[in-house]
């Protein structure tokens, strides 16, 4: 996981709060990526960020939005938890070659 | 749009025999095909991938192979160690789609000391 961070690690959260998940990446690629993880499952694409200042909806967009503000970091955002937002959140980078490098995660509950 | 199935869920060997994880996809546009092992409580890791335009691909005690016309890749370990217990993901992508990753429901590979 080296080259991407996430921040939290972990975040409990009641209905209805908001909360933004942070990814950050020291490799300057240009492609980022959020998915999710629900137990069981494969990764989900939430949103992706082909380049600075673009993002694109990917599989999952529904009650998530996002923002890449420079090259290095892309947030995501969730304005009104709720239960079936409960996952584990993963903010991914890819290469020229499109190789996907994924941070540590971010572990949410929304009760 | 496209959907890859992995197979078997779970995958129990013993330490040293070979284990073969398969997965098929239905989109025939897909190029890129890599593998992720994930450990418990960490990030997806990628171990190897294959482009259709190459039929197999080794690194180590990892091979890949790729059968375009069935549209099914596999995974193969050989010698497997403890250290290759683990979840295994498979996921398919096409050039078109910015290499949007699709993935499978993922392995749970046990070694049995």
């Known amino acids: 996981n080296a080259g991407v961070t996430q921040t939290p690690k972990f975040q409990v959260l009641k209905t209805g709060q908001s909360m933004t998940l942070q990814c950050a990446q020291d490799?300057?690629?240009?492609?980022m990526y959020w998915y999710r993880q629900d137990p069981g499952m494969g990764l989900r694409l939430i949103y992706y960020s082909a380049s600075e200042g673009t993002t694109d909806k990917g599989e999952v967009p529904n009650g998530y939005n996002v923002s890449r503000l420079n090259k290095r970091e892309f947030s995501l955002r969730l304005e009104s938890a709720a239960p079936s937002q409960t996952s584990v959140y993963f903010c991914?980078?890819?290469?020229?070659?499109?190789?996907?490098?994924f941070g540590p995660g971010t572990r949410l509950t929304v009760t | 749009g496209e959907n890859v199935e992995q197979h078997p869920s779970t995958l129990s060997v013993q330490e040293g025999d070979s284990a073969v994880i398969k997965c098929t996809y239905s989109?025939?546009?897909?190029?890129?095909f890599p593998w992720y092992k994930q450990e418990l409580g960490k990030g997806p890791q990628l171990i190897i991938d294959?482009?259709?335009n190459v039929g197999e691909k080794k690194d180590q005690r990892i091979a890949v192979t790729l059968n375009k016309t069935a549209k099914h890749f596999s995974l193969h370990i050989t010698e497997t160690q403890p250290e290759d217990s683990a979840v295994y993901f498979c996921?398919?992508?096409?050039?078109?789609?910015?290499?949007?990753?699709?993935w499978g429901a993922g392995t749970k590979l046990i070694i049995k000391p």
């Open positions: 991914a980078i890819a290469s020229v070659t499109y190789e996907q490098y």
């Open positions: 996921a398919a992508s096409r050039w078109d789609s910015n290499y949007q990753l699709i």
């Open positions: 294959i482009r259709s």
């Open positions: 989109d025939s546009a897909s190029n890129y």
């Open positions: 490799m300057n690629h240009n492609s």
